[in-house]
């Protein structure tokens, strides 16, 4: 067990709609990432935050948002759904974003849009 | 665009045998690099990291890699493989370059026959 739990599992949902996925990093940890994870794309950077700013900026779609809250987690928000978007959604974090630090994943979010 | 690559995207070995799995990058520059492994079931956790050094660097499991700067490589090895080695495994790079994201190669699938 990484101590990053993410919300929920699993997620079904149809095209159009919109979701919201949840990241509890360690407790200690400050900074958050989140990394799409698809079969032809590999695993994708999409952004980081720290201390409730973002740091960094990946491949996020603008029809992907995401924030750091003051109690640290995070969400992310994915709306007007479509098919390529079903990948597996996984959170990271580390003690204070520096580059050298090791991430802590969590278990992902598989969302599967239909 | 910077980019990692894993020659290897599925491995299968006999327990016992001496594993090596490839990793080249494209940043120029100073690197931070990490292998991740994804047993079945579990998160992503490091395996181990190398930014600065000795550039032979071991990690945990009896894992090591060494960085080569002039070949912009950084390829895991292990002596003897084991069945409870059989997981994923993922290279990662961040470098200034890159502004500091940590792109991941597409993974190496590792089967280790009992």
Redesign the interface.
């Given at each position: 067990?990484?101590g990053?739990t993410q919300t929920p599992k699993h997620l079904i949902t149809a095209t159009g709609q919109r979701v919201t996925l949840r990241c509890s990093p360690r407790s200690g940890d400050l900074s958050v990432?989140w990394?799409q994870q698809s079969l032809d794309q590999?695993?994708?950077?999409l952004i980081?935050y720290y201390n409730g700013e973002e740091r960094?900026k990946?491949n996020i779609l603008e029809r992907f948002s995401a924030q750091q809250f003051p109690d640290l987690h995070s969400e992310l928000n994915l709306s007007s759904l479509e098919l390529g978007d079903s990948a597996l959604y996984?959170c990271?974090s580390s003690a204070s974003g520096e580059?050298?630090e090791?991430?802590?994943?969590?278990?992902?979010t598989r969302l599967l849009v239909l | 665009a910077q980019s990692v690559s894993q020659h290897n995207h599925h491995v299968i070995l006999s327990e016992a045998a001496s594993l090596e799995l490839g990793c080249n990058y494209s940043y120029g520059g100073t690197v931070n690099l990490f292998w991740y492994v994804q047993y079945p079931g579990q998160h992503l956790q490091l395996l181990l990291k190398y930014f600065s050094g000795d550039p032979l660097v071991k990690g945990i499991k009896g894992f090591e890699a060494e960085f080569i700067k002039s070949k912009f490589s950084f390829n895991l090895r292990k002596p003897s493989v084991q069945w409870s080695d059989t997981a994923e495994y993922f290279c990662a790079v961040n470098a200034r370059a890159g502004g500091f994201k940590t792109i991941f190669g597409a993974g190496t699938r590792l089967f280790v026959k009992a």
């Open positions: 067990d990484s990053v990432y990394y590999g695993l994708q950077f980081q960094a990946g996984f990271a580059p050298k090791t991430q802590y994943f969590g278990p992902g | -």
